[in-house]
């Protein structure tokens, strides 16, 4: 692929097209499981989406070994020198087994005292607590995989894990049906049924993504099983020095965001089922959003690994301005059409009609949230991982954390209160990074990694 003389807009559809279509469907297939699970009633629903925030606080740690792996396989790819991003792989794939393998324990064991702090009620408790512990003994799986994953994207090959996520949701769709119904003589597992199709499709998953590191030749990068694994320390530095405060970023995301939904899991059972659904048809706007931060990221770091400073700048203006398109297009289309998509998920027309003002008032966020994303992979490619941090730390918790709980528990704002404060926290985001961004003082990161 040569930067120099092919269009730019090309170049970035070559990066973004197969993570956009990887995204959103996965996004259009955790829709799916969730309407599976909603066909079993608003407790169903919550059960499961109480487990949502603490299971990313839990994988927070792995974006410090995923954004520091992506930008460094950029840099190594970008300077012609590929034996030194494979380099990079197999130390993210050493520290994601071992630290993979010690999330997956902690969740099993604090499955219980975890729903129990996220306001699990009598009627979602049982629920909640075995399909968290059933997900948690899979999340090593997801840990690899998304380590795996990682590494392409930051080489640009994201045609390679679009098929293997495709093919393994696919997969999790058709465990659904069988495991939560009881069809084809299988056994109706319900909420529980759910958890197991989720982990075995993980874990085809990164089968499939250590076929293609070890067995294919699709791939730039190449693995051997008699290569040096043991810990290097100088790459494992710099994977954590460009990845820790992504890693923070995440926990205080995540962290937030747990208590954003402890917040909303006070208005009730129904409230927080709309609230769920809410979240869930969000991801329609996020796929997109992730996938042009992907680009940002690959080409971002790829011009600045062959030192091409102004390339760097002028990717990461135009991804920007094509996620702006597409998150207007998404606004209308959750503007016009947020009842009928809510009602797809539940029967019950309250829920339906809460969940509808959900996605109306998401709808203001989205420009905002395109800026966010696009900019912040940009500032990630370069290595400059502390204003991502800032403007998370700033955003959530003002706005998720303080000034939703005033919205809702001393204004009783209900639902539309904690949105509101959603949509003041991603134009407070989208604002630090722009600024940081505009400054240019991101393109000289990289030599501070050393």
Known sequence: MNLDFRPVWKEIMVITLPAFIELVMSTLFGMIDMVMVGRLGPAAITAVGLTNQPFMLLLAIFAAVNIGTTTLVAWQIGAGKPEKAEAVTRQALVISFVLGTVVSGIGVFLAPAIVGFMG???????????????????????????????????????????????????????????????????????????????TVSRLLACLAGLFVLYCSRYSVIHLKLKDDYRLHRPTVKRIFTIGLPAALEQFILHGGLMIFAKTVSTLGTLKFAAHQIGLNISGLSFAPSTAFSVASTTLVGQSLGAEKEEQAANYAMI????????????????????????????????????????????????????????????????????????????????????VAYIFVRIFHWGLAGAWVAFVMDQYTRSAVVYFRFRSGKWKHARFRVG
């Open 319 to 402: 991804v920007h301005k094509i996620a702006l398109v597409v998150a207007v297009f998404n606004a209308v289309l959750f503007i016009l059409f947020s009842y009928p998509m809510a009602r797809i998920y539940t029967s019950d027309p309250a829920v339906a009609a809460a969940a509808g003002m959900v996605l109306k008032i998401l709808a203001l966020a989205l420009p905002g949230q395109s800026t966010q994303f696009a900019l912040a992979g940009a500032l990630r490619g370069a290595g400059d991982t502390m204003y991502p941090l800032y403007a998370s730390a700033l955003g959530i918790w003002v706005f998720r954390v303080v």
């Open 120 to 198: 699990a009620e009598s009627d979602t408790f049982a629920d909640a607590t075995i399909y968290f512990q059933i997900v948690a003994a899979g999340l090593l799986f997801q840990v690899i995989n998304m380590g795996i994953t990682a590494a392409l994207r930051g080489a640009g090959e994201t045609k390679i894990p679009m098929l293997y996520n495709v093919g393994s949701n696919l997969f999790n769709v058709f465990g659904n049906y069988v495991l939560i119904y009881g069809k084809l003589g299988f056994p109706r597992w319900e909420v529980a049924g759910a958890a197991v199709s989720t």
